[in-house]
């Protein structure tokens, strides 16, 4: 959805700034020396960071004039990198002004090599057919140590509920970030503020003639951590989020962001008039599909299949038609839509079947905001279907996942606040539960037997939840060459000389089975023979063994898709003329976040294994780490240990 555009345009738009009166009273070598020791492991600074936003009442109209301002002072040679800069411009920020020069020492003072070569493209992302964000992008000279680049530029927001947050920290460290907002006294202006604290914002409240001018400002921001499989930056970086409330509309104060009933007002009128004339043909299809359906559930599971399966998802962000869905007559005529044409094609088929369902906003855990603390469009990023089958029992219907089987939420939305539109003035908010681990399972079950040094195995992976929806998508129309080489690397256990003989994947569609892979597998030079001995280590497959976290290092939150649990029964046939000289004992630990248990047990000549390890957690916080850590260091000693067989005296 444009949510996206939104928020894209917004973290991007709010790395500019104005150049600080301490920088430019300094000479330049006197200000790249200090900021270096300030600053000794960093490749550049913002001196300055600003946005100055102005709110402007013309008619019945809200307008936003945001002037964005930055200065960056490059610190080391590899700050060249950020010599390539662009501001984006979509149908909800609409660039004017733009102005940006390298400032390059020259004595005391600084000469300005002013830019004049702006290149103008359309933004192109991976998965969006269309979008109608542009950027404008230019390439600073000269950029070296000492050297500072300036920016300037001015957007307009022609619709006041559509803004952008500020955030106060950026990818390198900022010396003064400061945000203003002026408007007219008889305009109400809210804001939230995320993450702050550990951040001291300064904020003043200032009354200037008719205007009002809201101030926040923070100084000496370090460049925020860099840890790899982090949450989005929205999740853990101080920012405000600020929103035009109030707006005085004919003599009389009018509403226009102040909660969830002023968000679900702006929604509602996006759909209101979709779906006026019903299509013949669209009807013939439900009619088709509620054959022989015996039950509601029924006929919700076949249309939310024949969606799935019929209809392709395209992502398409232009202006408004980034919020406002398409009749479902035209989706199904032309078989592709985004998450807004989905959800809404889902809705009037299972209104056609004499269905009840409810068209749905909601943000995906991209965001982390609650419409508790947040109602504005930039809570939401995506939209889907939701049938109660019950009083207050949901079944949450996102056909943008073509594998997801039915009563599963998509993962992405897991935990998440959902909007509902009951009816054209009514809403309700409810929550998406987060799927046990044991909704998703990797079950591994095998048979080994050892040829001289090369072990043999045969077995069945099955996949379910979402473990079997993301090797779905992964193996789908992949051919043979490329699927045999996915499928080993899948299998793979032991060493580096593990090869796959034979296999079969089955199920790769059939949304309600387990994904199946049936293997033959040969495993060489992987036991030790001492003299008589033979020493096996059953643990062909080491999860989690190396994912210690250093508490030293790491500090941002661990994201992680989904919870699971991955099951492992293991036979090894004792070779023969050998004897069990030695079995490992059980081990277990279990705590919130991680556990394991790994059994042995002797059934006549065989040697039996069973492990299951689980992972419970969507988004780890660095306070739970030392429990992670914990169970690592036990599994990792537990994965050690080694079966010892005995030749038998003759």
């Given at each position: 959805?444009?949510?996206?555009?939104v928020?894209?345009?917004?973290?991007?738009?709010?790395?500019?700034?104005?150049?600080?009166?301490?920088?430019?009273a300094?000479?330049?070598?006197?200000?790249?020396?200090?900021a270096?020791?300030?600053?000794?492991d960093?490749?550049a600074?913002?001196?300055?960071?600003?946005?100055?936003?102005?709110?402007?009442?013309?008619?019945?109209?809200?307008?936003?004039?945001?002037?964005?301002?930055?200065?960056?002072?490059?610190?080391?040679?590899?700050?060249?990198?950020?010599?390539?800069?662009?501001v984006?411009?979509?149908?909800?920020?609409?660039?004017?002004?733009?102005?940006?020069?390298?400032?390059?020492?020259?004595?005391?003072?600084?000469?300005?090599?002013?830019?004049?070569?702006?290149?103008?493209?359309?933004?192109?992302?991976?998965?969006?057919?269309?979008?109608?964000?542009?950027?404008?992008?230019?390439?600073?000279?000269?950029?070296?140590?000492?050297?500072?680049?300036?920016?300037?530029?001015?957007?307009r927001?022609?619709?006041?509920?559509?803004?952008?947050?500020?955030?106060?920290?950026?990818?390198?460290?900022?010396?003064?970030?400061?945000?203003?907002?002026t408007?007219?006294?008889?305009?109400?202006?809210?804001?939230?503020?995320?993450?702050?604290?550990?951040?001291?914002?300064?904020?003043?409240?200032?009354?200037?003639?008719?205007?009002?001018?809201?101030?926040?400002?923070?100084?000496?921001?370090?460049?925020?951590?860099?840890?790899?499989?982090?949450?989005?930056?929205?999740?853990?970086?101080?920012?405000?989020?600020?929103?035009?409330?109030?707006?005085?509309?004919?003599?009389?104060?009018?509403?226009?962001?102040?909660g969830?009933?002023?968000?679900?007002?702006?929604?509602?009128?996006?759909?209101?008039?979709?779906?006026?004339?019903?299509?013949?043909?669209?009807?013939?299809?439900?009619?088709?599909l509620a054959?022989?359906?015996?039950?509601?559930?029924?006929?919700?599971?076949?249309?939310?299949?024949?969606?799935?399966?019929?209809?392709?998802?395209?992502?398409?962000?232009?202006?408004?038609?980034?919020?406002?869905?398409?009749?479902?007559a035209?989706?199904?005529?032309?078989?592709?839509?985004?998450?807004?044409?989905?959800?809404?094609?889902?809705?009037?088929?299972?209104?056609?079947?004499?269905?009840?369902?409810?068209l749905?906003?909601?943000?995906?855990r991209?965001?982390?905001?609650?419409?508790?603390?947040?109602?504005?469009?930039?809570?939401d990023?995506?939209?889907?279907a939701?049938?109660?089958?019950?009083?207050?029992?949901?079944?949450?219907?996102?056909?943008?996942?073509?594998?997801?089987?039915?009563?599963?939420?998509?993962?992405?939305?897991?935990g998440?606040?959902?909007?509902?539109?009951?009816?054209?003035?009514?809403?309700?908010v409810?929550?998406?539960?987060?799927?046990?681990?044991?909704?998703?399972?990797?079950?591994?079950?095998?048979?080994?037997?050892?040829?001289?040094?090369?072990?043999?195995?045969?077995?069945?992976?099955?996949?379910?939840?979402y473990?079997k929806?993301?090797?779905?998508?992964?193996?789908?129309?992949?051919?043979?060459?490329?699927?045999?080489?996915?499928?080993?690397?899948?299998?793979e256990?032991?060493?580096?000389?593990?090869?796959v003989?034979?296999?079969?994947?089955?199920n790769?569609?059939?949304?309600?089975?387990?994904?199946?892979?049936?293997?033959?597998?040969?495993?060489?030079?992987?036991?030790?023979?001492?003299?008589?001995?033979?020493?096996?280590?059953?643990?062909?497959?080491?999860?989690?063994?190396?994912?210690?976290i250093?508490?030293?290092?790491?500090?941002?939150?661990?994201?992680?898709?989904?919870?699971?649990?991955d099951?492992?029964?293991?036979?090894?046939?004792?070779?023969?003329g050998?004897?069990?000289?030695y079995?490992?004992?059980?081990?277990?630990?279990?705590?919130?976040?991680?556990g394991?248990?790994?059994?042995?047990?002797?059934?006549?000549?065989?040697?039996?294994?069973?492990?299951?390890?689980y992972?419970?957690?969507?988004?780890?916080?660095?306070?739970?780490?030392?429990?992670?850590?914990?169970?690592?260091d036990?599994?990792?000693?537990?994965?050690?240990?080694?079966?010892?067989?005995?030749?038998?005296?003759?």
């Open positions: 959805m444009a949510a996206n555009k928020v894209r345009t917004l973290a991007l738009a709010g790395s500019l700034c104005l150049a600080s009166v301490a920088a430019r300094q000479a330049p070598l006197q200000a790249l020396l200090q270096q020791q300030q600053y000794p960093e490749k600074v913002y001196l300055d960071y600003r946005q100055d936003i102005v709110v402007e009442l013309k008619g019945d109209s809200v307008q936003v004039l945001a002037k964005h301002h930055y200065d960056m002072l490059h610190l080391a040679p590899q700050s060249a990198l950020y010599a390539l800069d662009k984006y411009s979509s149908h909800f920020s609409r660039l004017q002004k733009l102005d940006a020069r390298t400032l390059v020492p020259a004595g005391n003072d600084y000469k300005a090599l002013r830019i004049t070569d702006f290149k103008d493209k359309f933004e192109v992302q991976e998965g969006i057919f269309f979008d109608d964000t542009r950027y404008t992008t230019w390439s600073f000279p000269a950029v070296a140590p000492g050297v500072r680049t300036v920016a300037d530029y001015t957007v927001h022609p619709d006041a509920r559509f803004l952008t947050p500020f955030y106060f920290a950026n990818h390198v460290p900022t010396r003064h970030a400061e945000v203003t907002i408007a007219p006294k008889s305009v109400k202006i809210n804001y939230k503020l995320f993450h702050t604290e550990n951040t001291p914002v300064a904020f003043t409240r200032q009354e200037k003639g008719s205007s009002v001018i809201y101030r926040w400002t923070v100084d000496n921001l370090p460049s925020p951590s860099r840890d790899d499989d982090g949450p989005e930056a929205a999740y853990y970086l101080p920012h405000l989020v600020y929103f035009v409330e109030e707006v005085p509309a004919a003599g009389q104060p009018r509403r226009m962001l102040s969830v009933p002023e968000l679900y007002s702006l929604y509602s009128g996006f759909v209101a008039n979709l779906d006026q004339k019903e299509s013949p043909a669209l009807k013939r299809v439900v009619d088709s054959v022989g359906a015996g039950t509601e559930e029924e006929r919700v599971r076949r249309v939310y299949y024949w969606v799935q399966d019929h209809v392709r998802y395209v992502a398409f962000e232009n202006g408004l038609r980034g919020f406002v869905p398409a009749d479902a035209q989706v199904y005529a032309r078989r592709y839509g985004d998450c807004k044409d989905m959800a809404n094609l889902t809705h009037e088929m299972l209104r056609m079947a004499g269905v009840k369902t409810y749905t906003w909601i943000g995906t991209a965001l982390p905001y609650r419409y508790s603390e947040l109602a504005t469009p930039g809570v990023n995506h939209m889907i939701t049938w109660e089958p019950k009083p207050g029992q949901y079944v949450f219907l996102d056909a943008t996942s073509k594998h997801n089987p039915f009563n599963l939420p998509t993962s992405m939305i897991q998440k606040e959902a909007l509902l539109a009951l009816d054209g003035k009514n809403c309700k409810v929550s998406v539960p987060v799927m046990e681990k044991e909704k998703s399972n990797a079950v591994d079950v095998s048979t080994l037997a050892l040829t001289g040094t090369t072990l043999r195995g045969k077995g069945r992976l099955a996949l379910t939840g473990p929806i993301q090797q779905a998508y992964a193996l789908d129309g992949m051919d043979k060459t490329e699927e045999s080489k996915y499928v080993k690397n899948v299998l256990r032991g060493s580096n000389k593990f090869f003989d034979s296999y079969a994947v089955r790769v569609a059939a949304r309600e089975q387990p994904l199946t892979i049936d293997y033959e597998y040969r495993l060489q030079d992987y036991v030790q023979q001492v003299d008589d001995e033979i020493y096996l280590n059953l643990n062909l497959q080491q999860t989690y063994a190396n994912d210690r250093d508490t030293d290092k790491r500090h941002l939150p661990l994201y992680n898709e989904y919870a699971h649990t099951r492992t029964r293991t036979e090894f046939e004792i070779p023969s050998y004897e069990v000289e079995l490992p004992a059980n081990a277990a630990t279990k705590e919130d976040v991680l394991f248990s790994i059994r042995y047990e002797r059934q006549g000549n065989k040697i039996v294994q069973e492990k299951d390890v992972v419970n957690y969507l988004l780890l916080q660095p306070t739970q780490f030392a429990k992670w850590n914990t169970v690592v036990k599994l990792g000693a537990a994965y050690r240990e080694v079966i010892i067989l005995k030749k038998k005296k003759a």
